[in-house]
């Protein structure tokens, strides 16, 4: 276990979350802890961190050091400590050779680090709409929440939960689209307005080569339902196969853009790719949890 350094900062997320309050005080200040003690938070709402981005964050961290500290908890076995926001800083400051970073340390069960993390996150609003839609399932799935309840919480209107949540629904090749940023939330709002699978997919299609404004998808909807405009046979096509959702699944468990290929006699393999050390050890500790 890291030993700690005291440097009498003052209080972090303690008021964020009321229901994940302890009954002690949970900042008396802000810890020096060791990096390699500390371990990616396994809820992390972000699944992609832009590369250069970590690179423009390192080298500031080199010159001026971790300006805002991270929030961690201690493992119940006492190993080290588990990120529950600020694991940009973590990794960009992995990258500039730190042995250690200033850290708040908070006690959290895993209900109140799941809700904490995806709300540091969304608060901070760099999330791609899939990721606040998955954030926002597994609030519902772990913490038993209700919409209602979810939409308090994060302080959005339970409308707007409602509509990331339909995000789940749509075909993997239109999430994928909208984790890669090609699609606004605002397109995909309208492409929810078709009636199938294979419709939005046609939609989807048309808006990437020509450049669609939002209004004018909705336009392209609405006369679709007039039945003012044909939907091309040769654009429709069926809804995504049990194959694509597995490699969407598995995208975002190991947080990349996995491949997964498979021949007609059912062999394959799955490629997970990584663009660093840092990268692979992250993948290397979500299987070793598999194991345990």
Not at 8 to 36: H, Y
Not at 167 to 194: D, T, V
Request: aromatic content about 6%; hydrophobic content about 40%; overall charge neutral.
């Amino acid at each position: 276990m890291a030993q700690k350094k005291r440097t009498g900062l003052g209080r972090g997320l303690n008021a964020l979350i009321e229901d994940a309050k302890p009954t002690k005080e949970v900042f008396s200040g802000v810890d020096e802890l060791d990096i390699s003690a500390i371990s990616p938070n396994p809820f992390q709402p972000r699944t992609v961190f832009n590369e250069e981005a970590l690179q423009e964050l390192s080298t500031s961290i080199k010159e001026i050091g971790v300006v805002q500290p991270i929030t961690v908890r201690a493992k119940e076995d006492k190993s080290g400590y588990e990120l529950i926001s600020g694991e940009r800083r973590w990794r960009a400051s992995k990258i500039a050779g730190l042995s250690k970073i200033p850290a708040y340390v908070r006690e959290a069960n895993t209900q109140g680090m799941l809700e904490m993390a995806i709300v540091e996150n969304i608060q901070r609003e760099d999330l791609d709409a899939m990721e606040v839609a998955i954030s926002f399932q597994q609030l519902l799935d772990e913490c038993k929440l209700t919409q209602e309840a979810l939409a308090d919480r994060v302080g959005k209107k339970r409308a707007t939960v409602t509509n990331y949540l339909r995000l789940l629904k749509l075909p993997p090749e239109i999430q994928l689209g909208i984790r890669e940023r090609k699609l606004s939330m605002g397109h995909a709002k309208a492409i929810m307005g078709a009636d199938d699978n294979a419709t939005q997919l046609m939609i989807f299609e048309q808006v990437l080569k020509y450049d669609f404004s939002v209004r004018k998808t909705e336009d392209v909807i609405r006369e679709i339902k007039e039945g003012k405009v044909e939907v091309p046979q040769k654009k429709v096509q069926q809804s995504a196969s049990e194959f694509d959702i597995l490699k969407t699944q598995l995208s975002n468990f190991f947080k990349a853009k996995v491949d997964l290929k498979i021949n007609n006699k059912g062999k394959g393999k799955i490629v997970i790719p990584f663009n660093n050390s840092n990268d692979l050890g992250d993948i290397i500790a979500i299987l070793d949890k598999l194991e345990n």
